[in-house]
């Protein structure tokens, strides 16, 4: 869990998701969309639109915006065209990656996401090719710059946490999808919840050397800006150093 504790940091020091805010509200609105039409446009009913619907919450987007995505999602303005999308893959040094979107043209997002791989040094696998590598887990990450960590962690686990992961002013707790928003209720008034989502987490991951390791984060980078891509997951691991030069380069 590691090397997805690392790129999260990475990502979050970078200010993602203020830079490209626009895309941040698109994908949020897709996500809601979906869900909505898979399992109805209830948030009581439906646990993906509860998450989904309070991601976008904890992001600031306009709670209209949420209201008409899961009309939407629903049917109630017309058939919503997405379809989700899963697509497997290896970086460099054979580090595995799973990408998820959502898209009203498989053939394009496809096509984009091959092309992606290609520049940096990565290709396409078959169905199930890594799948098999990685778990549905909860991920909640936490700012503990003003709270104390070993006080957030019991509450967790008593929760029914599985794991946890201190990192610098923040906590990554690992949860059961099942057990994720009981978890969150219980944390919540006492620290700030940055993100809750259902992730896909590696059994296992490569350490990567600082060259393979900056190629392989421009690779899911990269994924990650395309407009149909949701999610994008993968096992590779790398030093602290690395971390604290990436740090420095985006202070």
């Given at each position: 869990m590691s090397g997805h504790s690392k790129w999260a940091q990475i990502k979050r020091q970078k200010g993602v998701a203020d830079t490209r805010r626009g895309q941040l509200f698109t994908k949020l609105t897709r996500e809601i969309i979906v869900a909505a039409r898979q399992g109805g446009g209830n948030p009581d009913t439906n646990f993906r639109l509860r998450l989904a619907v309070q991601k976008a919450r904890d992001s600031n987007m306009p709670l209209d915006n949420i209201d008409r995505a899961i009309k939407?999602?629903?049917?109630?303005?017309?058939?919503?065209?997405l379809s989700e999308l899963t697509i497997e893959g290896y970086g460099p040094k054979g580090v595995a990656v799973i990408v998820k979107a959502f898209t009203d043209n498989k053939n394009r997002t496809i096509s984009e996401i091959r092309n992606v791989f290609s520049k940096h040094g990565g290709s396409l696998s078959e169905?199930?090719?890594?799948?098999?590598?990685?778990?549905?887990k909860g991920v909640i990450t936490l700012d503990t710059k003003s709270t104390d960590p070993d006080e957030i962690s019991l509450l967790a686990i008593d929760a029914g946490a599985d794991d946890i992961s201190e990192g610098k002013d923040y906590l990554e707790i690992y949860t059961t999808p099942q057990t994720i928003e009981n978890v969150r209720k219980a944390i919540e008034k006492k620290a700030r919840v940055i993100s809750a989502e259902v992730s896909l987490l590696p059994s296992r991951t490569i350490m990567l050397e600082e060259k393979e390791a900056l190629q392989t984060l421009k690779l899911l980078d990269h994924l990650e800006e395309l407009d149909d891509v949701q999610w994008v997951f993968s096992n590779m691991d790398f030093a602290d150093s690395i971390t604290e030069k990436l740090r420095e380069q985006s202070a």
């Open positions: 939407k999602g629903s049917g109630e303005l017309g058939p919503a065209s169905s199930g090719g890594v799948a098999w590598l990685f778990e549905n």
